[in-house]
């Protein structure tokens, strides 16, 4: 950073102040954690480099810890502070950790040593050494992992059982006292029963599940009201509420980290001791807390977290490494914002900021119109973003994103990128909402239908060059018809030339058109012409999949092609017919057969057939139908079968195997490093949870273990 070290020092500190009020004070932020991050780093840099310069003022946002707790909430002077952790944001930084802790530990046990007057680390000439000597240091601890909930920080006082008080942070001095709002959380014991202690103080986060959020951020969107950002922030306001009965309709949850204080009750050496006991007073305690005996293998817990985060039903943004010794704790001590024993191992950030150059609208292959931001490309949940969606006109309007707006970015997990919202006090002066066009951008220019009561816009012109090329892109792709080198540029150079218009055109494609076509030579062309020509013979579901209905998706078509087992059979199958087949449905049924009845679908069935193509009828199962009505769950690796083996093996049979689990799951089958929240739903849905031996005996049998 170019420029006078002191002058930006002052100008983050500004900066930090004003968003942490946003973030604390107002649970309405403006920046991702990821970038406000960014900005205290800058400074603890700038501040170490230059602590020659200007000293460190105490009240700088690097010493500090939250914001100042609100008037409108009465005050609460917690009996220890809370404090905040100090973040490692790799691998690195996490190991860097562990060695300064190796030298505190031994600092600390030198002294204990010497004062005991026992044996010491010496050094060579034999005198305890003060210091530990330079380099690595072995170090063998147990370390309590534990998932960094995205919620809100609480502090829950207990007095002879009775819940008495319920504090937020504040600025870890001060908090709020949120007594009638906490009483109203299902996951919050009220009273403890008669083995209580005479005082008990335990910490731990108030989130709001994923699926919580999104049900109140659909109710706020179809309401025409502008969304929460995220599950934190939600949970921040719903809980600061000066109407207790706003909070109880949140479905507001608690898992407890910490026993703060006690008196009158037991004692514990460790941690997870600890933690046990308040799980057994009945306070909610995190499933997928782990003790670990080395750095290496908290490494790689944090690594299996980094990566299944979003199989939880609550948002994480990090592992908390704990040293698990509580009188070692005690000896380390704190700095003036974050206990010494303890560390936030950070995932990557899931959500940055970024310009938004322009909003385009892209016309799909039903014609419908979905708006989406183009941005200056930046790197957010582990791929560099430069387009995301922004769903439909409605939501444009709700977030008020504009061109120019500095926006939030989001990239969780598998799910595609969204805009999240715009940085307000960034918007460039003078800048108009967005308006969606009126006509589709192809060159028909034709006009966009919204219908009455409808959230989406659609092009509703059949021969739109736009949906036509969608189509074609969507017969060529990996689940339909697999035509390699068939993407999106190949269509479109094919659909301009006027040499293909809809899906039979590509089967009568001559290499003589094609050759010194976009400078194509004599490879390029039969490459193509082979995966042409290779794709006569897709599955009869692939060519359903490949056709496009409206709601016909892989595993439909499956089971359609399976019943029918050639395409005339399907082509005059009864609606009725068809929604007899389990998994179809009347929506699918009747779907599919509009789509056969029309005569534009006959004249490509016949000119598809005409050009040679004739899918391979589906096999039928030489298995016995042991599984037939039932559904069975596969998470996590097998030994011995792929995803795909194993979903085919119970396919099979009669069987179903969906991707979650649900009322209707029969069993669970579990391989290394299963998906988390799949094991947590069977075991509260009392779904039974079998290993692959159990799983080869249930192909075999269809009988599942006893007990
Ligand atoms: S321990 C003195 N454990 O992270 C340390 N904190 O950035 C007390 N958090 O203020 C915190 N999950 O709100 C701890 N398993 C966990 C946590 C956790 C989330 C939050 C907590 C804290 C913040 C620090």
């Known amino acids: 950073m170019a420029g006078d070290p002191v002058e930006r020092m002052h100008e983050l500190r500004e900066l930090i102040a004003h968003h942490g009020r946003l973030y604390h004070e107002l649970d309405a932020p403006e ?5 406000y991050d960014r900005l205290v780093r800058e400074l603890a840099v700038l501040e170490a480099t230059h602590a020659d310069l200007v000293p460190v003022p105490d009240d700088s946002p690097t010493r500090t810890v939250g914001g100042a707790p609100s008037a409108a909430f009465a005050p609460v002077v917690h009996r ?18 562990g060695e300064r802790l190796a030298r505190s530990v031994l600092r600390v046990r030198n002294a204990a040593a010497v004062a005991e007057g026992t044996e010491a680390v010496r050094s060579e000439e034999g005198t ?119 909070t109880a309709g949140r479905q507001l949850r608690f898992w407890s980290y910490q026993l703060a204080a006690i008196e009158g009750g037991p004692t514990f050496d460790s941690h997870e001791q600890s933690l046990r006991y308040l799980e057994s007073l009945g306070f909610p305690v995190n499933p997928e807390i782990r003790v670990l005996g080395s750095l290496e293998e ?61 909003i385009e609208v892209s016309i799909g292959r039903t014609g419908r119109a979905t708006p989406f931001a183009r941005l200056e490309p930046v790197f957010v949940g582990g ?29 969780a997990g598998d799910v595609i990128p969204e805009v999240v919202g715009a940085v307000p006090s960034l918007r460039p002066p003078g800048s108009e909402p967005w308006q969606f066009p009126r006509v589709c951008s192809c060159p028909l220019a034709t006009p966009l239908v919204r219908a009455e009561g409808e959230s989406d816009t659609f092009c509703v012109e059949a021969e739109c060059p736009f949906q036509r090329d969608q189509r074609l892109i969507h017969f060529a792709s990996r689940g339909a018809m697999d035509i390699e080198g068939l993407g999106e540029r190949t269509v479109r150079l094919l659909t301009e030339a006027g040499l293909v218009r809809d899906p039979a055109d590509l089967y009568t494609l001559a290499a003589e058109s ?36 409206r709601h016909l998706g892989p595993a439909a078509a499956a089971v359609v092609a399976r019943a029918f087992g050639s395409l005339e059979a399907i082509a005059t199958a009864r609606a009725e017919e068809l929604a007899t087949l389990e998994g179809v449905g009347p929506v699918i049924a009747e779907a599919i057969h509009t789509w056969f009845a029309r005569p534009s679908t006959a004249d490509l069935v016949a000119r598809l057939r005409a050009a040679g193509v004739d899918p391979q009828a589906p096999v039928a199962s030489s298995e016995r139908p042991v599984l037939a009505g039932r559904s069975i769950v596969v998470t996590g690796t097998l030994d011995g ?67």
């Not at 920046?31 to 970038?35: E, M, S, Y």
């Not at 950070?346 to 959500?351: G, V």
């Not at 560099?384 to 977030?399: C, F, M, P, R």
């Not at 094609?514 to 030579?521: A, E, T």
């Open 383 to 411: 791929v560099t973003v430069e387009t995301a969606t922004l769903h439909n006109e409605d939501q444009v309007a709700a977030k008020d994103v504009r061109p120019g707006d500095t926006v939030i970015v989001r990239r």
């Open 31 to 35: 920046l991702p954690d990821a970038d």
């Open 80 to 97: 220890f502070a809370m404090m905040s952790l100090d973040n490692a944001m790799d691998h690195d930084e996490l190991s860097a950790w």
């Open 298 to 358: 908290v490494l790689a817990h944090c690594r299996h977290w980094a990566e299944h985060r979003h199989d939880l039903d609550y948002d994480i943004d990090g592992v908390v490494v704990k040293i698990d010794d509580l009188a070692l704790r005690e000896e380390l001590g704190s700095t003036a914002r974050a206990p010494r024993w303890a560390i936030a191992f950070k995932f990557p950030p899931e959500e940055r900021t970024t310009l938004l150059r322009d």
């Open 514 to 549: 094609l050759l010194g076509f976009d400078g194509w030579g004599e490879i390029s062309v039969n490459n193509l012409l082979r995966a042409i020509e290779d794709s006569k013979a897709r599955p009869l579901a692939n060519l359903l999949v490949a056709f496009g209905v």
């Open 641 to 707: 079968y792929t995803r795909e083996q194993a979903e085919a093996a119970i396919l099979a049979r009669g069987g179903k195997s969906p991707g979650s689990v649900s009322k209707k799951t029969t069993a669970v089958v579990v391989g290394a490093e299963p998906g988390a929240s799949k094991i947590t739903k069977a075991a509260e849905l009392g779904i039974p949870v079998i290993d692959e031996a159990a799983f080869v005996q249930l192909l075999e049998t269809g009988a599942l273990p006893e007990g």
């Open 128 to 246: 305890a050494l003060a210091e530990p000597p330079e380099g690595p240091l072995p170090l063998a601890e147990r370390f309590c992992c534990e998932l960094k909930i995205d919620g809100v920080a609480t502090a829950l006082t207990y007095e002879n059982g009775r819940l008495v008080q319920g504090a937020t942070r504040g600025d870890g001095r001060v908090g709020e006292n949120i007594t009638d709002n906490v009483r109203t959380l299902g996951d919050i014991p009220t009273d403890l029963g008669p083995n209580a202690p005479a005082l008990l103080e335990v910490r731990g986060e108030v989130y709001l599940p994923i699926s919580a959020f999104e049900a109140t951020n659909a109710a706020l969107l179809a309401a025409g009201q502008k969304p929460y950002v995220n599950p934190r922030n939600t949970a921040a306001g719903s809980l600061r509420q000066k109407d207790p009965a706003v």
